[in-house]
T-cell receptor, first 113, second 112 residues
Framework: DGGITQSPKYLFRKEGQNVTLSCEQNLNHDAMYWYRQDPGQGLRLIYYSQIVNDFQKGDIAEGYSVSREKKESFPLTVTSAQKNPTAFYLC????????????FGSGTRLTVV | SQKIEQNSEALNIQEGKTATLTCNYTNYSPAYLQWYRQDPGRGPVFLLLIRENEKEKRKERLKVTFDTTLKQSLFHITASQPADSATYLCALESGGYNKLIFGAGTRLAVHP
């Protein structure tokens, strides 16, 4: 079955540590997105990519980095520069051109310890 | 800046009734609007998309309206069931390339 897989489901980070969240899709979608969700707030866009080897900053890109070396994969690195990384991270994919709904992964909950 | 407002208070209704959720937005004219369902600890699931030139869209027990003059969308679930209990998110197209901005969502609780 086609879908989008995020791993791990839970992740714990120590102060000053970089961590990488995985996102893989087999839907043949060109576009992929990373959002952050905090309690009581809407999803906020971190980075997005419309095509391989290209990506754009979203509204809250500071302290995060991404790569898009393969169509299927869009990993997100939370760096030590991100001062408040504890949140629920969601990856999504969609057809790039036109109006289409997103397919979301099941999310990664990151906690700083 | 663009802003999306959804009622932050939970909506409690009786099974069988129609649930109506509201999404208001300011400072933007989106080409389309989407609604998603999110269960606790899970990713959102796409439900419906409505374009700016469409007044209404239906899918089974779901109905969405889009009033670009009022800058408002209404999301209706008819004959609601306890299984419809979830948080519903409104999302607006923002700046092309199918990039979306999301509201904080409204939690719906359907009681037997």
């Amino acid at each position: 079955d086609g879908g989008i897989t995020q791993s791990p489901k839970y992740l714990f980070r120590k102060e000053g540590q970089n961590v990488t969240l995985s996102c893989e899709q087999n839907l043949n979608h060109d576009a992929m997105y990373w959002y952050r969700q905090d309690p009581g707030q809407g999803l906020r866009l971190i980075y997005y990519s419309q095509i391989v080897n290209d990506f754009q900053k979203g509204d809250i890109a500071e302290g995060y980095s991404v790569s898009r070396e393969k169509k299927e994969s869009f990993p997100l690195t939370v760096t030590s520069a991100q001062k408040n990384p504890t949140a629920f991270y969601l990856c999504a994919s969609s057809i790039a051109q036109g109006a289409y709904g997103y397919t979301f992964g099941s999310g990664t909950r990151l906690t700083v310890v | 800046s663009q802003k999306i407002e959804q009622n932050s208070e939970a909506l409690n209704i009786q099974e069988g009734k129609t649930a109506t959720l509201t999404c208001n937005y300011t400072n933007y004219s989106p080409a389309y609007l989407q609604w998603y369902r999110q269960d606790p600890g899970r990713g959102p699931v796409f439900l419906l998309l409505i374009r700016e030139n469409e007044k209404e869209k239906r899918k089974e027990r779901l109905k969405v309206t889009f009033d670009t003059t009022l800058k408002q969308s209404l999301f209706h679930i008819t004959a609601s069931q306890p299984a419809d209990s979830a948080t519903y998110l409104c999302a607006l197209e923002s700046g092309g390339y199918n990039k979306l901005i999301f509201g904080a969502g409204t939690r719906l609780a359907v009681h037997p």
